[in-house]
């Protein structure tokens, strides 16, 4: 979006047969506006009907009615402010991106969900808005742009934790649910949205249909579109395909489950009652070791942050095969549902007890808390937990989390938990193809959970409880009274150990290694054994999720170098 018509001009002109001959397309054209994405993207583009606005992605009503072209034009050209980004957050949801100039600056709204990336910046009087960070836009990136090394620091000590910080100077992220203001002399950011703002209000709104805002939204995001259907096995995923009408069910083109050869890792039978249960058959994979190599972790580096949505590639690369090859929109998850629906055991839903009900405290939650937990309800217990928590929030890095005033331990820790869930809205390669949704992850739902005390969604004593009844004509026996939860850590183990060499010669001799960001001990932790007896595969495939990505970035980099 442009300053002026003759700006974006001057700075598009050049890059015009560079972004051509990447597949790439101009989506929509007004004199202070251009939209571009890749030509068989999945991405709609609704121009403003007075053409100084744009909505990019998918917009729903509150009954989950997609919006006509009209609508999403005139929601477009509205004066983008702070009370009109909360009434569009509050009567409309979805996938989306609102852009609006507003006396010659330019302001986005992210939706509160953050299934579309967002990050800006300014070039040459040109405000740049980018949901992508493929290399077909490295002209248009910032003068002088660099590694922010202190940013890549904090990714290393916690690997695989979401940030909402870039590591990338003279980009700025936009949260879910933040409205931002940026142009020649203005760069500032109004959250709109907050999990905690749904929490603290949520007296004054009617009683959470949690039954209700799942229906709406899976169905509503499901359409009558081709899918890939994940099926894990597990609790939330079944949840998904069970609110699918039957139409829509006999539109996805495979359910699909992974499994491997481990006992606690094979799933294949609750996952075959879930699609046995509406006539349909169970596509199983096989899993056998990681495909884990410098091109594999390059192909996945593409990204504005380490791409840790990329964690199992071998999975991601079978989704993504299977979407090309049977014409599917996209692939179709359960992801989200632990946090949303509070999977999370915790002595703290004691304090919410308390806090919540204060004097009125009920004795049989906290007896049933004890039981499912297996520990002592003392309060000096509950303190020790309570120190803990507070130490962990010291790394909590997400806008949502910035003000949790009379928000109790519990309700804070599911608020952190979709923080982090951002992780799973993020790009991995089997979304390359077509867009990985994850229904339970939508802003009804979210909200629908966080007006709901952690004590009434585990009843005090069981994850999930409150999704366990109200899904219960939905689910098949064997998954609604399961207490059991699979478990892949052997296995991601075994397969990580077998790439032991790679990672040691990828991780001690690499670009982190030279900026001297690698802990000394990290080569005692690069054995057979120790991943065996110690754990910690998730950090090592992180690590060099991160690794890949500063690689790529200072290629990149240095391409722009005069």
Not at 2 to 17: E, M, N, W
Not at 108 to 118: E, H, I, K, Q, T
Not at 535 to 561: I, K, Y
Request: charged share 25%.
């Amino acid at each position: 979006m442009g300053d002026t018509p003759a700006a974006l001009d001057a700075l598009v002109a050049p890059v015009r047969q560079r972004l051509s001959r990447a597949g790439w397309s101009r989506k929509s054209h007004d004199p202070f506006i251009q939209v571009f994405a890749p030509t068989g993207g999945r991405l709609e583009a609704a121009r403003g009907l007075d053409g100084h606005g744009v909505l990019i992605g998918e917009v729903y009503d509150g009954e989950g009615q997609t919006l006509s072209p009209r609508a999403r034009g005139a929601l477009g050209c509205r004066r983008l402010d702070a009370a009109h980004a909360r009434a569009v957050c509050a009567d409309y949801w979805g996938r989306y991106l609102l852009v609006r100039r507003v006396e010659g600056d330019v302001a986005v709204l992210r939706d509160p969900s953050g299934a579309l990336d967002c990050v800006v910046w300014r070039k040459a009087g040109v405000t740049l808005i980018s949901t992508s960070a493929a290399a077909v836009i490295d002209p248009w990136l910032p003068d002088g742009m660099a590694l922010d090394w202190d940013a890549v620091a904090a990714l290393v000590d916690r690997p695989g934790e979401y940030r909402h910080r870039l590591a990338l100077t003279g980009l700025q992220a936009v949260a879910g649910g933040e409205l931002r203001v940026i142009g020649a002399s203005v760069n500032r950011a109004h959250q709109m949205w907050r999990p905690a703002d749904l929490y603290r209000d949520r007296a004054s709104h009617p009683p959470s249909d949690l039954r209700g805002a799942v229906e709406r939204s899976v169905r509503a995001l499901a359409g009558d579109r081709r899918w890939i259907a994940e099926v894990s096995g597990g609790l939330d995923s079944a949840i998904v395909a069970g609110v699918l009408t039957a139409d829509q069910r006999r539109s996805v083109a495979a359910w699909v489950n992974h499994y491997v050869d481990q006992p606690e890792g094979d799933e294949r039978a609750y996952a075959r009652a879930v699609v046995g249960r509406h006539g349909f058959t169970l596509t199983e994979v096989r899993r056998d070791g990681l495909r884990l190599d410098a091109a594999r972790l390059a192909a996945c580096s593409e990204t504005f942050r380490p791409a840790a949505n990329d964690i199992d590639p071998d999975y991601n690369d079978d989704i993504a095969d299977r979407i090309e090859a049977m014409g599917a929109w996209g692939s179709l998850t359960g992801q989200g549902g632990d946090a949303v629906f509070f999977q999370m055991p915790s002595l703290l839903i004691a304090l919410d007890e308390i806090c919540e009900r204060r004097g009125r405290a009920r004795g049989a939650v906290l007896h049933r808390l004890a039981r499912w937990l297996r520990r002592s309800m003392w309060p000096t217990a509950l303190a020790r937990d309570w120190r803990e928590e507070v130490g962990h929030r010291a790394s909590w890095d997400h806008p949502w989390l910035d003000d949790l005033a009379s928000v109790p331990p519990a309700k804070a820790i599911q608020m952190s938990a979709l923080a982090f869930c951002q992780t799973f809205q993020g790009p991995a390669l089997r979304s390359r193809l077509g867009p990985c949704v994850n229904p339970l992850l939508s802003q009804p739902v979210m909200e629908a959970g966080l007006a709901i005390s952690t004590v009434d969604l585990t009843w005090g004593g069981r994850d999930r409880a409150a999704a366990r009844v109200a899904f219960a004509d939905v689910l098949p026996a064997s998954i609604l009274d399961r207490r059991s939860k699979g478990e892949l850590g052997a296995y991601y183990g075994g397969a990580v150990a077998a790439r032991l060499a790679f990672l040691r010669d990828y991780l001690l001799g690499g670009a982190l290694a030279e900026a001297g960001l690698i802990d000394p001990g990290l080569e005692d932790r690069l054995t057979r054994d120790a991943l065996l007896w110690r754990g910690g595969h998730s950090q090592l495939l992180s690590l060099a999720l991160t690794e890949a990505w500063v690689r790529r970035w200072q290629e990149r980099l240095d391409r722009r170098t005069p």
